[in-house]
């Protein structure tokens, strides 16, 4: 048995993008052998300010959402961050393995300062090394997420790659993620190029799994396209963002593979592809949008069930952790 872990930031409302790129997979993970453990990245949302009210209602929303999706919290387990200290302190350790090229590479750190490097917190340029301890401090092995994630699950494994040369232990695993092949990258329905997102500014440019069936069948009836018709073949889809895009999400909402698409809409304008495109994102979107607001409810029992995942959790990384501060040196704490 492998152990899978996976997080989530709560900030902001899940798109379409972060269900086909990875909660569905989650979801799916849950059937196999392995144990599932899921985490809503509390810690990682702080990188950037967040209000605090808003913060505590996000990460309940989240959880609901989580739920909703389909994670069942007795076979998985789920849990906030910032409730199992082990992230904190692994990510310490590993914030001294690192090294400071590394993390001067990562693009989303890139895009996310931009031309601010100096005014963004110190937390967002060593946000990958907390990730890797996330997922270090299980010795979890497999990973699913979206495409966007690949360059920092390969900086995870440079970190235990280095951490067991320093201290001549072969104590982390390497990890291997698991991106879903059709939807690794969701893109925005205003502009094809760019990946979409919960913090783009345009809400047009997204599907939030809490958006009712008029805002789900206006927001693709608006979404960019070009005057061509629909093509016979995906190789003709290459230099056409926007289409590529369409035909994906389609084929990944209702299973079918992207050619059958293709073969049921080639020649025909964008107006009758949209209007099938629309109805499959409602009959699955919409659902999950009300048994959200039903989870979202009950705050009790949310907390409950993150303060009980939290627990399991905790059993899991603790030993795992203090293993690793003994490696490192550290005389026993108070554990
Ligand atoms: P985040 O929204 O950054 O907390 O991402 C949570 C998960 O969703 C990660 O596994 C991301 O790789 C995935 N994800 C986010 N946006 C997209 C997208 N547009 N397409 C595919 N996967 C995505
Ligand atoms: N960085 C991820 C994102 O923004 C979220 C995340 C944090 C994560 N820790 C993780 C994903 C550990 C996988 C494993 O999407």
């Not at 906030?80 to 199992?84: D, F, G, I, N």
């Not at 913090?199 to 047009?204: L, R, T």
């Not at 809409?265 to 304008?269: D, L, R, T, W, Y």
């Given at each position: 048995m492998a152990r899978i872990f996976s997080g989530i930031q709560p900030t902001g409302i899940a798109t379409l993008g972060n269900y086909l790129g990875a909660l569905r997979n989650w979801v799916a993970l849950q059937e196999g052998e392995d144990e599932c453990i899921y985490c809503l990245v509390d810690l990682h949302a702080i990188t950037v300010f967040q209000d605090p009210a808003e913060l505590r209602e996000q990460t309940f929303a989240m959880a609901a959402l989580l739920l909703a999706c389909g994670i069942d919290p007795a076979r998985s387990i789920l849990f906030?961050?910032?409730?199992?200290p082990a992230h904190v302190r692994l990510g310490w350790i590993f914030n001294c393995v690192a090294r400071m090229g590394w993390l001067k590479r990562m693009t989303q750190f890139k895009d996310k300062a931009g031309k601010n490097q100096e005014e963004v917190s110190t937390g967002l340029f060593v946000y990958p090394n907390l990730m890797a301890a996330d997922i270090h401090a299980y010795h979890a092995t497999r990973v699913p997420v979206g495409d966007d994630q690949l360059q920092h699950l390969e900086l995870a494994n440079d970190i235990a790659e280095k951490f067991n040369h320093d201290y001549g232990v072969a104590f982390f695993p390497r990890i291997e993620p698991l991106v879903p092949?059709?939807?690794a990258r969701v893109m925005s329905l205003r502009d094809g190029t760019r990946k979409m997102s919960k913090?783009?500014?345009?809400?047009?440019s997204r599907i939030n799994m809490t958006d009712d069936a008029d805002a789900i069948a206006q927001k693709i009836r608006r979404a960019k396209t070009d005057p061509e018709p629909l093509p016979d073949?995906?190789?003709?889809?290459?230099?056409r963002p926007e289409a590529r895009n369409l035909v994906g999400i389609f084929a990944a909402i209702t299973g079918e593979s992207q050619e059958a698409v293709l073969a049921r809409?080639?020649?025909?304008?964008f107006g009758p592809f949209k209007e099938k495109l629309a109805e499959a994102l409602v009959a699955h979107i919409v659902p999950v949008g009300e048994r959200t607001r039903a989870y979202l409810a009950d705050r009790t029992e949310l907390e409950r069930i993150l303060q009980t995942g939290a627990r399991r959790a905790a059993a899991i990384a603790n030993p795992i952790t203090a293993a690793a501060e003994r490696i490192v040196g550290f005389l026993p704490g108070a554990e």
């Open positions: 906030h961050q910032s409730a199992v092949p059709e939807t913090s783009d500014p345009s809400d047009q073949h995906i190789g003709a889809l290459a230099s809409f080639a020649g025909s304008g």
